[in-house]
Each structure stands twice: as structure tokens, then as C-alpha cells.
């Protein structure tokens, strides 16, 4: 029985969950005070928090490792085959709480630390946020990872063991500013290092031709330097923990890690340099590009751990097997976007010249192994490199790009009807118009059996847009799979009291069968669990409160609507929308013309790249108009606008559970799919959002009654933005509230000492095109709010709603989503019964 719920002085308590054995408490505190001792060097006096929670993360690791030997010996006796999820991102976030749940010890930890006279919710708040990721693709990435584990799939991820992650988002002056996040500064529990798992990376260097034992012409790749990839294995398991896999990822040391000559003569900086220059390949998640520099080194990262992980994967197969032709049936690589693109020629580089395979057999090889998943529609985000860079740091790589491009377009040509030099150039995966680059997405295309989308509307829009020439190819190479989110860290985890509502009346089962879920539909109609759910959100949103307070000191009111968009900050996820509606009601509000709306606090979250200036200027304006809403006397409790810095999985956790309305009002065919809307549904709040991405699919499973769509379709923003027939000039002067909203931002009414601040965000929606189409969805948005509003004020109407969101989500667990790559594209066996029932 999953662990109950209650609350006792602003603490979560599992007081409902069976009492642990004394037997079972006592042998938990056995093993935490021997890791204190013996593995930390610490006593019980004068032990920190942290310090309990590296005993506590290492018993619980203790009860994973037998678990994932077996795990994988069983893999290597069936010889299955296996997958391989390759991705720059692994959006973990904490793992103590997850493991604790995955091993069913998460009520004997809290009793055992209790009793011990131990705090254990700030035990728990100790683990470090795992820096390994920054947004949707990353978090995607461990929710699939854990789904392949729960369902019993023989899986790995293979990505960087970064030093610094991204950054951590400071907030000074309403100004993001970024601060190296320092993730293991007390190493990491939950990775084993693997020193003698260092594997050589080559860059750089000359090809030639030259001849084999058996004298064949073949390609060698000379010189150059050389890096090693060293591995550390993250532990991950799965719902009850009948399986455990692991992330490898790699960090970079140097082949030469000191020049005594230098040293000795007193240059000691240049010594140390080359080490330096090495290791820097895994520091920092997605290094500025912006300068040559920068490009160099995160091609160079993409190259590093793909070059890494297909010698490691070459490797393990090859423990087995000697037949190549062997390989798409023991392995399946999926490739997470295009960053990790370079396997493609890295994996026909291993075949032709380290083990002389010819040129159709390797190809085929790399067909059958190969599958991609596309997460952007935005035809700038669509990753090239400038062939003159891919040529210089990988010479071999790039004649290999060149001959796949070849034997493609040859192939094109041949099967057209007729000639068509402007279709073939579209086709190629080099881009001959100015600097002729390499397009990363047509080579991970045309290399792979199958290609994904993320929701049904993303892969209609990927057929007829972006990949429309690849798709009259091969036209049933591109499938849907809708993204999804796993229960267990978004619903059981993240929302305790939720969980323990839905054990009473439903049982525990639905932490591995979401479906089941849909035992709440006859709930919705009775009016005592809708208090009781009423109940859950108004624990969940008072620990907000307090979280908020204690870490910003704004004080802020749960019974008012919580209306929150947390996602990565963006023009297309369409932020600044969002703040014209906060700017439309504060005016309204001061005019008297709010009246029938509730109470109503708004809160974001996110992070700008650091490159990304008019996402930073959105990020400052959201503080102006916050500093002077949450001040005006005359608006009172009636609104309240607040932003949440240094957005992060365990800030998710803390702010989905206690959301009403979710935003997700990106323009209409731009989002790929979010899975945002996804994890705020589950926890309850009703979206307010374009029928973008996933959106579509979650009104088609709670109904469109159950969420509030406005705004442009896919189809009518792209006629608007194409056909000529948008002017946002006449929006802006055709409607006054609009006019007003811009003219109090573009002229200092947030920004008194500066009005000329935001001028350069008016310009873009009124002078510049307004390329997200914010003015045209504008007063629709503003109405269907106003709908939200009225809609809220009904607390037995709007508590029905929820609870059929909640009870519809079962179709978007992520275990359905593997499931359904397991089946149609890796073609491997899934567990029956995932609740090991």
C-alpha cells in the first residue's frame, strides 16, 4: 500500500502509511550510523543534515545495486536486445525521494529518521538539484528513462556528466543574472565513477588512403589530439524496483595531464593548460555558441559522448557477437534531437574502417539500428554546422556526411519522375545557400528506420512542413509518439496528499497503470470527495505560500486563483501575453470593472538563455509590473503577479501540485508538444491554452468542457503570418485596451526612470511583424480569462473539472509512450505487469 498522507505543522507526514516493523527501523538506523562511520567518517554527534543525507542516500542505494546487477546479468544470459537513449540532457532532478518510493522504504525512512529526533524533510531538501539538463527534452529524457526501467526494458542513457550544468538564475534588479550551479560539490550518491572506463575521443588530424592486411584501399583518420571520456554511472530505478538500469555518462580528462618542461621552467599556467583546455569539454551544459569559439567547443561536446557511447555500445555488443549483421537486432539507438546526430557517421566510421565492412551492408546496419526524435517545428532551432568546422575538427566524419549525402540524393534522382534541381537541394543535407553547413536534422532523418514526433499535431505539422520533401520519400518513415510523464515522480512524489486521496477510494495501483485513474469520473459527481480534493489543493497551495514567503517575502493569498506558467522563458511560449493579461486586469481592477473576478495570484518561472536578450528583457519587465501591482493600495489582495527564480525540477514539484490554471498559450504551431500541460494536469489545475502541442490530445481526453482553449489554430497563424493578411498595427489601434497595455509599457508606467526600457518589445509587436501573433490572439485570450474567472468562482463546478482532469491523464504516462516505442520502433518486450501484481 503506497504511503498515506497528512499535515502536521506545514510538514508532510505519511502518518496513514502501515507502522514500520521495529525490526525494520531498527536495522535502517544500523545502516545508516555504519554509512555515517564507515563511509562518511562522521559520528552521530555533531553530524550536519547533509550528512544524513548521504547515509540515508547510500542505504537506499545499498537496497539498488543488488537490483541493477542482477538486472543487468540477466540481460547479458537472454542476450536481449538492448536500447540505447542518447541525449545531451538527463533532467533528473533529486533522487532520493524517487528511490525511496521505487524500493518502498520511503514511510520506514521517514519513521526511522523521526524517531531519531531528525528533521526529515530538511534531510530530504539537502540533495543537490542534479544539473544535468535545463528543460522539456531533458526532463523528457529521464521520464523515458524511467519508464524503460519499470517496464523491464534492457535500456541505457548515454549523455555528459556535466561539472556546472547550465546556471543558476539569480535575480537582481528584476535582471536574471547566471551563476555557475555547483552540483557536486559533495560528489554525487547516486553515480558510480568508472575510472577504468576511459575510452579515447580524437579530434582533429588528416585522412588518407591506404591499404589493409588483405590489401584493400581503405580510409585512415591520422593524427590530431586526443581526450578521454571517463564514465560515471547513474543509478535509476524503477516502480518497485524489480529492474535498475543506469545513465553512463561521460566527463573529459586530458590524454597529457601535465608538462613537467613547462613546469620546471617556471611556466606553471601552461603547464596545467592542455588539462584545462580537455576537461572544459564537460563542464557546462550548452556553452555560449555565440562566438567561433564557443561553436567549436559544443560541436565538440555533441562529438565527445557520441564518440564515447558507440565505442562503449560497439564494445558491449561485440562481448557477444561477432556478426555485425547482428547489431539492429541486439540494438537500438535512439538519438534525442540532433544533437547527438554525429553517431551516424561515427557509427559507419567504426563499421567500414575499424572493421572494413562495405559501404550498403554498413548503411543498412545504421538504417536498422537508428531511430530520431524531432522536438522543434522552428525552422531557426533545426541544428547546422558550418561544413568548414565539421571538416576541420572531424576530417573523417565529414567525408562520410559528404558520401551519405551522395548515395541519398543519387537515390532521389533516381526515383523522380522528372528533374527537379531546386527539390534535390532542398533534400541534401548540406545547405549550399551562403555558408554551406551541414543540416543535422535531414542526416539523423534519412539515417534512421523511424522518425518521431512528440504529439499527433506536431507530426502532422512535421510531414507538411519542415520535413515535407523527406516525408514524400519515405513516407512511412515519420510515426507519433505522444510525449508523456511518469507518475511516480509527478504525481506520487510531487504530490503526496493527492496521492494518498486517490489511495483511500481507488487503492495504489494507479502509480503503475495510470488508466485506473479514470475511477475518479464517478467521484467528480460526489460532493464529499470534491471537498476532500478542495482540501488536497488548499494543503498543497498553503506549502506554496510558505515556500514563496520564506524564499522571496511576498505573502500571498491561497484562496485566489493560482495561475501559473512555468516553463522556459521565450517569445513562442508567448511569457509576455501572459503579463499584458495581468496588465489588462490591474487596470481593469483600478477602474472598477473587475468586479465578478476572483482574487487572482500569477506566477511564473523559467530561465532566458543567456544569449537571449528580448527573453531577459521579458524576465525584467515581469518584475516591473510586479513591483508596482503587488504595491497599489487599490488593488490589494485582488492580484498578485510573482516570479519564481531559479526554476527546477524540485521547484516543479513544489508549484505544479498547488496550480488551478495552467498556461500553455505558446502560438498555435510552434510548441512540439510541452509536457508542462501534462504534469499541471495531473496535479489538478485546469489549462487555459492554444490548441498547440499536446493541448489538442488533452481536450480530447478530459473534454472540451474541461479546459479553455482560445486563440488562432496551426492553420490560421500560418495563413496570417504567410499570406500577408497580418497587421498588428491595426490591433493595436483598433483596440483600446490593447493600446493602453502597450503604450503603459512602451512609455515607463512600469519603468519611471527608464521609460524608454521596453520600447524595443512594442516595436516588435506593433513595427516588427509580431511574429507570435500575441496581438492577434490577444483579445481572445482576455475573454477566455475572463471565462476562467467566473469559471473559479464556482468552487463545486471548477472542483468536477479538475477531478476529470486528473482522472483523463492516464493516457499521457510515459509508460504508454515506451510502451509504444518499445512496440513500433525499438521492437523489444515490455513488461506485463509493471506493478509487479
Request: charged letters at 25%.
Amino acid at each position: 500500500m503506497a504511503d498515506s498522507v497528512m499535515t502536521q505543522g506545514g510538514s508532510i507526514l505519511d502518518a496513514d502509511a502501515p507502522v514500520a516493523k521495529e525490526s525494520e527501523v531498527d536495522a535502517l538506523k544500523r545502516r545508516l550510523h555504519k554509512h555515517l562511520r564507515h563511509s562518511l567518517g562522521k559520528g552521530a554527534v555533531g553530524s550536519t543534515a547533509l550528512d544524513w543525507y548521504m547515509a540515508l542516500a547510500l542505504s537506499t542505494r545499498d537496497l539498488m545495486v543488488e537490483t541493477w546487477m542482477d538486472s543487468t546479468h540477466r540481460a547479458y544470459a537472454n542476450d536481449a536486445k538492448r536500447v540505447y537513449y542518447l541525449s545531451m540532457e538527463f533532467l533528473v532532478g533529486r533522487s532520493l525521494t524517487a528511490n525511496l518510493l521505487a524500493t518502498g522504504s520511503l514511510g520506514l525512512a521517514r519513521q526511522t529518521l523521526t524517531d531519531m529526533g531528525l528533521d526529515f524533510d530538511a534531510i530530504l531538501d539537502q540533495e543537490p538539484e542534479a544539473a544535468l539538463g535545463n528543460g522539456g527534452l531533458g526532463r523528457l529524457a529521464a521520464c523515458l528513462m524511467e519508464s524503460m526501467t519499470t517496464l523491464g526494458i534492457p535500456a541505457y542513457g548515454y549523455g555528459i556528466y556535466y561539472d556546472y550544468g547550465m546556471f543558476s538564475q539569480y535575480i537582481d534588479g528584476g535582471q536574471q543574472v547566471e551563476m555557475p550551479e555547483r552540483w557536486l560539490r559533495h560528489g554525487n550518491v547516486w553515480a558510480f565513477d568508472r575510472s577504468d572506463v576511459t575510452l579515447p575521443v580524437r579530434f582533429y588530424g588528416r585522412t588518407e588512403d591506404a591499404l589493409d592486411v588483405r590489401n584493400h584501399k581503405v580510409r585512415r583518420w591520422l593524427d590530431g589530439e586526443e581526450v578521454f571520456a571517463e564514465a560515471h554511472d547513474l543509478l535509476v530505478a524503477g516502480h518497485g524496483c524489480w529492474t535498475v538500469n543506469s545513465i553512463r555518462l561521460w566527463s573529459a580528462q586530458a590524454s597529457r595531464e601535465f608538462d613537467l618542461r613547462r613546469f620546471n621552467q617556471g611556466d606553471y599556467i601552461n603547464a596545467v593548460a592542455e588539462q584545462s583546455f580537455s576537461e572544459s569539454l564537460s563542464h557546462v551544459l550548452y556553452p555560449d555558441d555565440s562566438t567561433s569559439m564557443g561553436k567549436e567547443l559544443r560541436l565538440k561536446q555533441e562529438y565527445f559522448f557520441v564518440a564515447a557511447s558507440l565505442a562503449d555500445i560497439v564494445r558491449r555488443f561485440r562481448s557477444i557477437h561477432d556478426d555485425f549483421t547482428k547489431f539492429p537486432q541486439k540494438v537500438a539507438i535512439q538519438l534525442n534531437d540532433t544533437h547527438p546526430a554525429l553517431a551516424v557517421p561515427e557509427l559507419m566510421r567504426i563499421l567500414i574502417d575499424a572493421h572494413g565492412i562495405g559501404w550498403d551492408e554498413a548503411w543498412s546496419i545504421c538504417n536498422g539500428t537508428f531511430s530520431y526524435t524531432n522536438h522543434t517545428l522552428l525552422p531557426e532551432a533545426l541544428e547546422t554546422w558550418p561544413v568548414g568546422l565539421i571538416g576541420h575538427m572531424l576530417p573523417r566524419h565529414m567525408e562520410i556526411i559528404y558520401e551519405i549525402n551522395h548515395h541519398f540524393l543519387e537515390g532521389v534522382r533516381h526515383r523522380a519522375t522528372q528533374p527537379d534541381d531546386t527539390r534535390v537541394g532542398r533534400l541534401s543535407m548540406i545547405d549550399e545557400a551562403g555558408e554551406r553547413r551541414v543540416r543535422m536534422s535531414h542526416l539523423a532523418f534519412v539515417a534512421s528506420h523511424r522518425v518521431n514526433g512528440v504529439a499527433a499535431l506536431h507530426t502532422d505539422l512535421m510531414r507538411a512542413g519542415i520535413f515535407g520533401d523527406l516525408h514524400r520519400e519515405f513516407p512511412d518513415r515519420i510515426v507519433n509518439k505522444t510525449n508523456g510523464i511518469t507518475p511516480r515522480r509527478w504525481l506520487q512524489a510531487a504530490n503526496r496528499p493527492l496521492t494518498a486521496l486517490i489511495t483511500r477510494h481507488l487503492g495504489d495501483r494507479f502509480v503503475a497503470h495510470l488508466d485506473d485513474l479514470r475511477g475518479l469520473v464517478p467521484l467528480a459527481e460526489d460532493a464529499a470527495f470534491r471537498e476532500e480534493f478542495r482540501a488536497v489543493k488548499r494543503t498543497n497551495k498553503e506549502a506554496l505560500c510558505r515556500y514563496v514567503d520564506a524564499r522571496l517575502g511576498v505573502e500571498l493569498d491561497p484562496n485566489s486563483l493560482f495561475d501559473v506558467q512555468v516553463k522556459r522563458i521565450h517569445e513562442y511560449k508567448r511569457q509576455l501575453l501572459n503579463v499584458m493579461h495581468v496588465i489588462t486586469l490591474y487596470n481593469r481592477i483600478r477602474e472598477g470593472r473587475a468586479d465578478d473576478q476572483p482574487p487572482r495570484t500569477v506566477l511564473l518561472a523559467g530561465k532566458a538563455a543567456p544569449g537571449y536578450h528580448m527573453a531577459k528583457l521579458i524576465i525584467r519587465l515581469i518584475h516591473d509590473v510586479a513591483r508596482v501591482i503587488n504595491a497599489d493600495p487599490l488593488v490589494g489582495e485582488r492580484l498578485r503577479l510573482v516570479f519564481v527564480p531559479d526554476y527546477n525540477v524540485s521547484v516543479a514539484e513544489r508549484i505544479m501540485p498547488a496550480a488551478d490554471l495552467s498556461e500553455q498559450i505558446s502560438t498555435a504551431g510552434t510548441e512540439a508538444s510541452g509536457t508542462g500541460n501534462m504534469k499541471l494536469a495531473l496535479n489538478g489545475a485546469l489549462t487555459i491554452g492554444t490548441r498547440d502541442g499536446a493541448n489538442v490530445e488533452i481536450g480530447e481526453e478530459v473534454g472540451e468542457e474541461n479546459i479553455f482553449f482560445f486563440g488562432l489554430t496551426a492553420d490560421k497563424a500560418e495563413v496570417l503570418r504567410t499570406k500577408g493578411g497580418h497587421d498588428p498595427w491595426q490591433y493595436y489601434t483598433g483596440d483600446p485596451e490593447l493600446h493602453m497595455v502597450l503604450d503603459m509599457i512602451g512609455q515607463g508606467a512600469f519603468s519611471p526612470a527608464e521609460p524608454d526600457r521596453y520600447r524595443a518589445i512594442v516595436d516588435t509587436l506593433t513595427r516588427h511583424g509580431d511574429y507570435y501573433l500575441l496581438l492577434a490572439d490577444y483579445a481572445d485570450y482576455i475573454a477566455c480569462q475572463e471565462r476562467v474567472g467566473l469559471a473559479y468562482r464556482d468552487d463545486e463546478a471548477w472542483s468536477r473539472k479538475a477531478i476529470l482532469n486528473v482522472a483523463r491523464m492516464g493516457r499521457f504516462s510515459s509508460d504508454v509512450t515506451v510502451s509504444e516505442y518499445a512496440r513500433e520502433i525499438w521492437r523489444v518486450p515490455v513488461r506485463d505487469d509493471p506493478a509487479g501484481m
